[in-house]
């Protein structure tokens, strides 16, 4: 088979997901029309007459046409003026197509009841479909291959014969498959089966992208497995087939509705060979109050994002696996609890910030009543913001790179007065802040008005908003 394309790349564009960019765009094509080879099978022209006659019909029907080509439209008009259109490759063909479409038809009804119809049948029909060559998008359809999705359907749909190997119903289901993938190839019509589904490689890197952020990686369980599922992107249904008509090594796209199922799959997967049973087997869940802490916020963090998709119903699936899972981990942990030999988070952070909650601190005359206070000093111990020492407390929350002390302490106040569990005036407690955390609040923000200043710790725009979701969260049940 002697074949030449020629390729033409248009309408580039950038796609983002999982943190890479990537171009993407469409392609056109010209080829000139190629002859084809007839599979021997039990029905073929030698030994059916109507066949031979349907022949006939067809060349008869088709000569209108190609003796008007390429006036027949304004875009194929165009090819007078493209360069690699030569007039002569497409005169006379009618008869060339006549047998293309009369073949398709025999390759159909010779091996609609092998066991690997689908195939076999599908690769055949690309190849006759390649041979028809092409056109770039711009000058129209390939030459005459409008006549062949419709001329064929018409064949399947009068002239079916039945099958001694499968039933009628199972006949006739393939003969509709196959109609199906014609009327995907040339129509604009919805797959009727995930064979012959939809797949676009935007639409699966959004998809993927959607379960990518949607899972929770940045739990301290899963964060070993962030990076490879960042560059690891499940969008091929199946490895490389030749197809043994056209030689073309092919491999599927996942259709879109697939590929979700394959992440629901793979939640489950992971779910079930990481969590805080198989931690604990190894001798690694030595931080209960941390751990409970996390699935708390990012529980909070799921929550939202099903919130942000309820029209997207294709991801209700795997975000249902993972609030099951949330669920059973935040109860596994309440019970484990008292088992585990917690180590207190006592390291320094290294700021100046840090200073005893001494007994002159008093911090219980800031809150409007006492339980209250017990309520939210007993979660910043269990959450390890502060640790008790004498009649006091210490603060040992430890900074990291991305949660400064600071801000997690202006974070806490902020919540706890707008949340309305102190006392003192907002100018108070920032004046408290600064005299027993060392904590200096610039000149700028004094002068502001305490809703402007809370208002930048909710906003959910600023960075100080992550601050301020994670006391939202934890005193959540206080009252």
Same mark, same amino acid.
Request: aromatic letters at 14%; hydrophobic letters at 30%.
């Given at each position: ?233 499940? +969008? ?27 992440? +629901? ?15 604990? !087997? ?24 099903? +919130?942000?998709?309820?029209?997207? @119903? ?44 001494? !007994? ?26 502060? @640790? ?92």
């Amino acid at each position: 088979m002697n074949r030449h394309k020629t390729l033409f790349f248009n309408e580039l564009s950038e796609v983002s997901y999982c943190g890479h960019k990537m171009l993407t765009g469409k392609i056109g094509e010209f080829e000139r029309p190629f002859d084809i080879i007839a599979v021997d099978g039990a029905h073929n022209y030698s030994n059916c007459e109507n066949c031979r006659n349907t022949r006939k019909d067809i060349i008869a029907r088709l000569k209108k046409a190609t003796e008007i080509f390429p006036f027949c439209c304004e875009s194929h008009r165009k090819l007078l003026d493209f360069s690699l259109y030569r007039n002569e490759d497409y005169i006379g063909l009618e008869d060339k197509i006549a047998d293309k479409i009369m073949y398709s038809y025999h390759h159909v009804i010779n091996f609609i009841d092998r066991d690997d119809w689908l195939n076999e049948i599908t690769d055949y029909l690309k190849y006759v479909i390649d041979s028809f060559g092409s056109f770039p998008p711009e000058y129209g359809c390939a030459f005459m291959i409008n006549y062949y999705p419709d001329i064929l359907s018409d064949l399947l749909k009068d002239n079916s014969p039945s099958s001694n190997k499968i039933s009628n119903d199972e006949f006739q289901k393939r003969i509709n498959k196959i109609q199906n993938f014609i009327d995907l190839r040339f129509k604009d019509t919805k797959p009727q089966d995930d064979d012959f589904g939809e797949r676009d490689l935007n639409l699966l890197l959004s998809t993927y992208d959607k379960w990518y952020r949607t899972f929770p990686f940045d739990l301290e369980y899963f964060k070993p497995l962030k990076e490879h599922f960042r560059n690891t992107i499940p +969008i091929l249904e199946n490895k490389l087939r030749i197809n043994k008509y056209n030689g073309v090594a092919t491999t599927r796209l996942h259709t879109k509705e697939n590929l979700t199922k394959t992440l +629901i799959q793979i939640t489950k997967q992971i779910i079930t060979e990481v969590n805080a049973k198989k931690l604990f !087997d190894k001798g690694l869940l030595n931080d209960s109050e941390k751990i409970k802490m996390d699935l708390i916020l990012n529980n909070r963090e799921l929550e939202l994002s099903e +919130i942000s998709s309820i029209d997207y @119903s294709d991801r209700k699936g795997y975000i249902k696996v993972l609030k099951q899972w949330f669920k059973s981990e935040k109860k596994f942990i309440k019970d484990i609890t008292p088992y585990i030999q917690d180590k207190p988070n006592t390291k320094s952070s290294g700021s100046s910030t840090k200073k005893d909650f001494e !007994d002159n601190f008093e911090l219980y005359k800031l809150f409007k009543n006492k339980e209250d206070y017990e309520s939210v000093i007993d979660i910043l111990i269990k959450a390890n913001f502060i @640790s008790p020492k004498g009649k006091g407390f210490e603060w040992v929350f430890t900074e990291t790179k991305e949660f400064k002390t600071k801000q997690m302490i202006i974070a806490l106040f902020v919540v706890l007065e707008t949340e309305n569990y102190l006392i003192i005036s907002p100018k108070s407690i920032y004046t408290f802040i600064e005299k027993n955390f060392g904590i200096r609040i610039n000149k700028g923000t004094y002068s502001r008005s305490s809703n402007n200043f809370k208002e930048d710790y909710y906003n959910k725009n600023t960075k100080n908003y992550s601050y301020t979701s994670i006391f939202q969260s934890l005193l959540s049940d206080c009252k």
